[in-house]
C-alpha cells in the first residue's frame, strides 16, 4: 500500500513515504517473489539479530550475568510471566511462539528505528503474515482442543436467551475482525511514526525552522523508541489473549 | 488548477478521516486516566492491572488507527 505513494507534489525535499518503498537490492526493478529486496534483507537481519542475542546471551550461562546475557534473561522472563498470567499454566506449552513472535516483532520495530534501515514492521504484508498465523493457529487450536464445544465461544450461555443470536452475529464479527485490526495496529504504528519523523526531518531544509525540525525529530525518535516496545508488548499480549480464547472457550 | 473533483473529494475526505483519530485519542486518554485514578486509590492492585490497561489502550487505538488508514488510502490509493 505505501508503495503506491506518489512523489509528484513538490515543497517537501523527501516525502514521507518514500522511506516504505520496496526495491530489489541487486538491480532490476521487478519484484517477483523470490526477489531479494531490502524487506528480505532486513527481516533476515532481525533474525540474525535475535539468534545473536540469544545464542550468545546464553552461551556462558554465567552465574554473574554479563550485559547480553541479562538482556536474554529478562526478556524470557518477561515473554514467559505475561503468558503464564494470562493463559495460566495451559498456555505455557506454547511458549515457543509467543516468544519467537515477541523478539521478532521487537527486533524488527527497533531494527527500523536505525538511521537509513526500512522498517519491515510498517508493512501490512508483513505484519498480516504473522497476524494471520496467530488466528489460523489459534482456531485450529481450538477445535483440536474442544470439537464444537469451542463454538461457545460465539454462544454465550450467561446472557438471556432472545439475546443469544444478537451476541452471537457480534461476537462473531469481532472474532473475524481480529486478524485485521492485530496486523494494521503494528503496522500503522509502526507506519504514522516513521511518517512523521520524516515529516519533521523535511522541515530541516527551511533554514528558518531548521533547528526547531532538529529538536522535533529528537522527541519524536525518543517515542518511537517507546511505541517500537510497547507495539511488540500488544501484539504479543494479544496473541496470550487469543490463546486464552481457545484453550478457555466458556469464557 | 487543473484537477478534478474526485481529487478534491478524496483529499477532504482524508482530512475528515482524521477527526476519527481524535476521538480515538479521547478513548486512549480515558483508559489511562481511569487506570491511573484506580491505581492511585490501591496502589496495591495496580501491578497486576497493567496487562488489562495495555489491552485496553490497544483496543481503543486501533480504531484511531482504521481512520488513519482510512486517511492514507484517500490520499495514496484511491
Known amino acids: ?251 | 488548477m487543473e484537477g478534478d473533483i474526485v481529487q478534491m473529494g478524496a483529499y477532504i475526505g482524508a482530512g475528515l478521516a482524521c477527526m476519527g483519530m481524535g476521538g480515538s485519542a479521547i478513548g486512549v486518554g480515558n483508559v489511562a486516566g481511569n487506570f491511573l485514578s484506580g491505581a492511585l486509590r490501591n496502589p496495591a492492585a495496580a501491578a497486576g492491572q497493567t496487562a488489562m490497561l495495555f489491552i485496553g489502550i490497544a483496543f481503543a487505538e486501533a480504531l484511531g488507527i482504521f481512520s488513519f488508514l482510512v486517511a492514507l488510502l484517500l490520499m495514496f490509493a484511491v
Not at chain 1, 535475535?50 to 522472563?77: D, F
Not at chain 1, 519467537?100 to 501490512?124: D, K
Not at chain 1, 530541516?204 to 507495539?231: D, H, K, N, R, W
Request: glycine fraction near 8%.
Open chain 1, 1 to 251: 500500500m505505501a508503495t503506491e505513494a506518489q512523489g509528484e507534489e513538490g515543497g517537501l525535499v523527501l516525502h514521507p513515504m518514500d522511506q516504505f518503498k520496496v526495491e530489489p537490492l541487486f538491480g532490476g526493478d521487478t519484484v517477483a517473489w523470490y526477489t531479494i529486496t531490502n524487506v528480505t534483507l532486513w527481516m533476515a537481519l532481525a533474525v540474525v539479530a535475535v539468534a545473536a542475542l540469544l545464542v550468545l546471551g546464553s552461551s556462558r550461562r554465567a552465574i554473574v550475568p554479563t550485559r547480553m546475557q541479562s538482556v536474554g534473561e529478562l526478556a524470557y522472563g518477561f515473554v514467559y510471566k505475561m503468558l503464564e498470567d494470562i493463559t495460566g499454566k495451559e498456555g505455557v506449552k506454547y511458549f515457543p511462539y509467543v516468544m519467537t513472535l515477541f523478539m521478532f516483532v521487537v527486533m524488527a520495530n527497533f531494527l527500523g528505528l536505525l538511521p537509513m534501515a526500512f522498517t519491515t514492521t510498517s508493512h501490512i504484508a508483513v505484519t498480516a503474515v504473522l497476524a494471520l498465523g496467530v488466528f489460523l493457529g489459534v482456531t485450529v487450536l481450538g477445535f483440536v482442543l474442544h470439537g464444537a464445544k469451542f463454538l461457545g465461544l460465539f454462544w454465550i450461555t450467561e446472557a438471556p436467551l432472545i439475546l443469544r443470536p444478537v451476541l452471537a452475529l457480534i461476537e462473531l464479527i469481532s472474532y473475524f475482525v481480529r486478524p485485521v485490526s492485530h496486523s494494521i495496529r503494528l503496522a500503522g504504528n509502526m507506519m504514522a511514526g516513521h511518517a512523521v519523523i520524516k515529516v519533521f526531518a523535511g522541515f530541516a531544509a527551511i533554514a528558518a525552522v531548521s533547528p526547531l525540525s532538529v529538536v522535533a525529530v529528537t522527541a519524536m525518535y525518543g517515542l518511537e523508541v517507546l511505541v517500537s516496545f510497547i507495539q511488540a508488548y500488544v501484539f504479543t499480549i494479544l496473541t496470550c489473549v487469543y490463546l486464552r480464547d481457545a484453550l478457555h472457550p466458556s469464557h
